[in-house]
């Protein structure tokens, strides 16, 4: 079965400092990859996905990930942080499939990140 | 766009009693729909994946005959919470599959937090 994990259970960091959220997968085949935010309040947001191409994927609100298919990771980064930025962010994968119907999607336990004034 | 709601956003009841939530796609048609359970703190736990037309497909351990599940339309998935007690309350969550040229990607409600009293 598939896993997902996220390496930092809390970030913390000020204003403008550069973030990185780790995120891996145990699915071996090939995989549709997706970061979603939770901001205080409010639902699941879709921050960026990666489906194949270019493995460096932008998404909104200046957040990036880069799919490292050897290493099973999707990291998601950010040059510079900002307050508004606090929230909980989730990795999650599903398999690919050939109809891409897909598989169900796979959480990891979610990342809070708190970013100070 | 691709827009999910939710109803009610929190909802207050007796032990005992049965509370039914909706889950609509507003500007697309989903043949499928998950609900999810998320606790405080914790990440996303898959309940049951619900397909328009047909029988809710549940996750191993979720109570087919507590938690009803019914995909009635192309936009609308009902979860019906039935003789509810505390130990049911929580952060409900839909999501709606959309399909793609690639794949598909997910969309979710902004949830209902169910109270037990």
């Known amino acids: 079965a598939q896993s997902v994990s996220q390496h930092n259970h809390h970030v913390i960091l000020s204003e403008a400092a550069s973030l990185e959220l780790g995120c891996n997968y145990s699915?071996?085949?090939?995989?549709?990859l997706f970061w979603y935010v939770q901001y205080p309040g409010q639902h699941l947001q879709l921050l960026l996905k990666?489906?194949?191409?270019?493995?460096l994927v932008k998404g909104i609100k200046g957040f990036e990930a880069e799919f490292i298919k050897s290493k099973f990771s999707f990291n998601l980064r950010k040059p510079s942080v900002q307050w508004s930025d606090t929230a909980e962010y989730f990795c999650?994968?599903?398999?690919?499939?050939?109809?891409?119907?897909?598989?169900?999607?796979?959480f990891g336990p979610g990342t809070r990140l708190s970013v100070l004034p | 766009g691709a827009v999910v709601s939710q109803h009610p956003s929190w909802v207050i009841c007796k032990s005992g009693t049965s509370v039914k939530i909706e889950c609509r796609s507003l500007?697309?048609?989903?043949?499928?729909m998950f609900w999810y359970r998320q606790f405080p703190k914790q990440s996303l736990m898959l309940m049951a994946t619900?397909?328009?037309?047909?029988?809710?497909?549940?996750e191993q351990g979720v109570e087919k005959d507590k938690f009803l599940i019914n995909h009635a339309s192309l936009t609308l998935s009902t979860l019906t919470v039935t003789s509810a007690h505390p130990e049911d309350s929580s952060f409900y969550i839909c999501?709606?599959?959309?399909?793609?040229?690639?794949?598909?990607?997910?969309?979710f409600g902004p949830g209902t937090r169910l109270t037990v009293l």
């Open positions: 999501s709606a599959r959309k399909r793609g040229v690639i794949a598909d990607t997910q969309y």
């Open positions: 699915y071996g085949g090939t995989v549709n």
């Open positions: 990666y489906f194949s191409g270019d493995p």
């Open positions: 999650a994968v599903n398999e690919k499939r050939a109809d891409n119907y897909g598989q169900n999607f796979v």
């Open positions: 500007d697309f048609q989903a043949t499928t």
């Open positions: 619900s397909n328009e037309g047909s029988k809710a497909t549940y």
